[in-house]
């Protein structure tokens, strides 16, 4: 019995251990698992084909690829005082452009002293579902955005450590 706690501890502690990752732009800071390397410009545009989707200025994926954290600044023009409506607004946009999508949650939320848009969603990317986690805070003039995005499997098998890394982001 000691044998098999032992093996869930190494386990669990294998799975926590974590690497601080920092945006170059703004130094948003977040920590992900040591599994987890930057994108090429290659991989980059084979998720986000130009001219037709604007790719984000920095990106990460765990070595399969089959989770990824895009990090950028988005046009939309979010404000503190305007995050309700931006909820709002969002949900509804989604809601009509993307066909089927399953939502998981969408509100505002607090992380590391600062407001964040969170939406959260399951929708369908070409062959498989993927869920989403979409992060939009003001600052400094810009709205940034972070988006998670992950098979619905690798999700599912990851999922406390990908809510964990979202609970570390940090923008100074």
């Given at each position: 019995m000691k044998k098999y706690i032992l093996g869930a501890a190494?386990?669990?502690?294998?799975?926590?251990?974590a690497k601080t990752?920092?945006?170059?732009?703004?130094?948003?800071?977040?920590?992900?698992?040591?599994?987890?390397?930057?994108?090429?410009?290659?991989?980059?545009?084979?998720?986000?084909?130009?001219?037709?989707?604007?790719?984000?200025?920095?990106?990460?994926g765990?070595?399969?690829?089959?989770?990824?954290?895009?990090?950028?600044?988005?046009?939309?023009?979010?404000?503190?005082?305007?995050?309700?409506?931006?909820?709002t607004y969002l949900h509804s946009a989604f809601s009509a452009s993307i066909p089927n999508i399953r939502?998981?949650?969408?509100?505002?939320?607090?992380l590391s002293g600062k407001n964040w848009v969170y939406l959260e969603f399951i929708s369908k990317a070409r062959s498989t579902d993927t869920h989403n986690i979409m992060l939009l805070t003001p600052h400094k003039g810009k709205s940034v955005a972070i988006n998670l995005n992950a098979t619905v499997e690798a999700f599912q098998q990851n999922e406390a450590a990908l809510r964990q890394a979202i609970n570390t982001i940090e923008l100074p």
């Open positions: 190494l386990l669990l502690s294998a799975n926590l251990s990752f920092t945006t170059p732009d703004s130094n948003v800071r977040f920590d992900l698992p040591d599994n987890y390397t930057a994108l090429s410009a290659s991989e980059i545009a084979l998720k986000f084909p130009a001219p037709r989707v604007k790719a984000p200025e920095f990106m990460i765990n070595e399969p690829r089959s989770i990824s954290l895009a990090y950028g600044h988005n046009e939309l023009p979010l404000t503190e005082e305007n995050m309700t409506q931006s909820v939502w998981v949650e969408h509100k505002i939320m607090p």
